[in-house]
């Protein structure tokens, strides 16, 4: 299904890998017994891992051994130590890594989506823009971006990091390439408990390291109240020897300039108010 | 440990009283009891006691047998040697996840909680980070004690010791394996004295041994799993490969809460907190769960005394078949004989084959909301629904103060 929905998007699907399924077609895609056969006839830039827990981490060595720099990891519940080791080889042969647990990323623009992310009608959610949205939940990666156009505005790249705590591409690194990207804006970002991830983000910011708006909710302040070493939803959202609370990410984004919005609905308000370039020439294209 | 060639004190486990004093004679010596209980610090807890003779550890077992360690009820106690301490030391493994490494966290001020050890003695702390495929070398190891001030024989053992804890924590895929304290004892024998171990569920595929001593998804609770929770994590279990349904029991509360996704379900926990509604339980699902586990976990949510109504609101999805969620939902709803007319349930839920869904729920004569409405605004709804239906009830119009 991700396969297709992928093709019809216009995304290049060049080929897939199923050790003993040499020969076969999906949806036209040829099927490959093996990474080094694909590589040996076509030119691939992007691997998307979507096998079992527990062949996850040869499938990425297998990926870097072929000299792939990009990889989507979309498998959830792979041993942490799998995890670990997969994501030091990736950083010692300079490959990024989106995941694992992750729904994927998209680029409205280019038309590319890598992963289930948008599902069977991207555009109720993804309409090219200049907005980057950043979420460890790939539900909320979607309701973002929809929030996003419901401000009249639209997405340019949006990111499923992924929603354990062991992910290869943390907000911190991705707000770093979206400062350099001419496409983007203003980024928005849905954050969690546990983790220091919006913390390290605070300090880049305060730091002068991303200098676009930034417009932020911070889910689950309930959990504060709730005993502590407790997991809510994602295996990253656990708060542990008082760090990873939500008030202090609150306290440390603000104090760092960053738009911390109360109320989930008021990213809309927020994004309008900040006055980016084409909102009115969007806002026109997509009440079609 | 034990059988990791691992030195620890000599020990027994007792189910009762009578059994504790029988294991203090026979090991005939100074005793110390521990109450086998799943949490951390339990000395700090009243958990652990000390005995001078098999008499007074009777005493000292009919203590513990009758308390309760935050939450969880003391059902077996642990009778081992009293160990003749000359110096006590500290050593913890854990994932350095940042670093992507596997970090030794070791000092030579052990038998206090590891956060007064770096407040008070951080020159006594050192920690080192393990390239988890070369693994941990014996001179790392040394090296580490060695600068901690061990030497002599001592040194020789406790490297020794830290190399085996070492290959238990890659083998068993922990997450945490912390020594607290490492005891030198007075004739110079390095020995454990507690431990605290804890296994990555996601790796428990890899250790079929272990699946007698752990409970999956106690993560998710900080007490005791209680029924519904087993009953769902089962639920779960059957349907391994497709899905997960989550559900954490909440004190109180008269609102089934579902929601999909975990950041979702956070937002929306907040949200109706924040409009005065008492959700009863904790719940996320996703990753497009076949219809009978939707099923099972709806039933789970509605089974908890005092649910009066359901609220069940999910981000747009992406690969989660709506119509699919709606046919479990609705099918648990008449399997639980509820008229969804009367008792209130409210659905938002926008996504893959989303029309279908609609009219399966209008056919239910449930309240459906696609992407016209927020996820905030259908908890706002909720809040509406349940005032309308039960007027004056103390229980839905309370205020929570969060």
Known sequence: MVTKHMLKYGTPVIAGVTPGKKGEEVHGVPVYDTLRQVCSEHEINTAIIYVPPAFVLDAVLETLDNNIKLMVVITENIPQHDVMKLLLEADNAGARVIGPNTVGAINPKERVRLGAIGGDNVERCFVPGCVGVISRSGGMTSETSYMVKRAGLGVSTAIGIGGDSLIGSPPKGLLALFEKDPDTQAVVSFSEPGTSFEEDVAQFVAEGGFTKPLVTYVAGRFTESMPEGTIFGHAGAIIEGGKGKPSTKIKMLRDAGVHVVDRYDDIITVLQSLNLEGVRAHAATSER | ?402
Request: charged fraction near 25%; aromatic fraction near 8%.
């Open chain 2, 1 to 402: 440990m034990a059988e990791h060639q691992i030195p620890v004190p000599r020990f027994f486990v007792a189910g009762n009283e009578a059994e504790a004093i029988e294991k203090a004679e026979a090991l005939g010596c100074e005793v110390v009891l521990k109450a086998l209980v799943p949490v951390g610090k339990r000395g700090k807890a009243g958990a652990i006691k000390f005995a001078t003779d098999a008499k007074s550890s009777g005493e000292a077992a009919r203590q513990l047998f009758g308390t309760v360690v935050r939450h969880y009820p003391v059902k077996q106690i642990l009778v081992e040697e009293k160990l003749a301490i000359d110096q006590e030391l500290y050593v913890s493994i854990t994932l350095d996840k940042p670093a992507r490494k596997i970090a030794i966290l070791a000092s030579s001020a052990g038998g206090i909680d590891v956060e007064e050890i770096s407040a008070k003695y951080p020159d006594r702390m050192k920690i080192l980070r393990v390239d988890p495929f070369r693994g941990l070398a014996d001179f790392q190891a040394k090296q580490l004690w060695a600068e901690l001030g061990l030497g002599g024989a001592v040194l020789r053992q406790a490297t020794d010791v830290l190399i085996k804890l070492y290959k238990v924590f890659v083998k068993f895929d922990c997450t945490i394996l912390e020594i607290n304290p490492l005891v030198i004892t007075k004739n110079a024998k390095v020995v454990v004295a507690a431990s605290l171990m804890a296994v990555d569920d996601c790796a428990m595929y890899r250790h079929p041994e272990l699946a007698a001593y752990v409970q999956l998804g106690s993560d998710r609770a900080w007490r005791p799993m209680t029924a519904l929770e087993k009953q769902v994590v089962q639920v779960n279990e059957d349907d391994p490969y497709r899905g997960t349904a989550r559900y954490t029991e909440m004190d109180g509360g008269d609102i089934g809460f579902m929601c999909g996704g975990g950041g979702g379900s956070l937002m929306m926990f907040d949200a109706l907190l924040s409009y005065g509604c008492k959700p009863a339980n904790y719940t996320e699902f996703g990753g497009n769960p076949p219809e009978r586990k939707v099923f099972g976990l709806v039933k789970g949510i509605l089974s908890k005394a005092g649910v009066k109504g359901l609220i069940l609101s999910a981000n747009i999805s992406n690969n989660t078949q709506v119509d699919v969620v709606a046919r479990g939902v609705v099918g648990a709803l008449k399997d639980k004989a509820i008229d969804p007319r009367k008792f209130p349930v409210l659905v938002r839920f926008a996504g893959v084959n989303d029309t279908a869904a609609r009219e399966i729920f209008k056919e239910a004569g449930v309240e459906y909301y696609g992407e016209e409405i927020s996820m905030s605004m259908a908890a706002k709804k909720m809040m509406e629904k349940m005032k309308q239906t039960y007027p004056g009830s103390q229980e839905s119009q309370a205020a929570s103060g969060a």
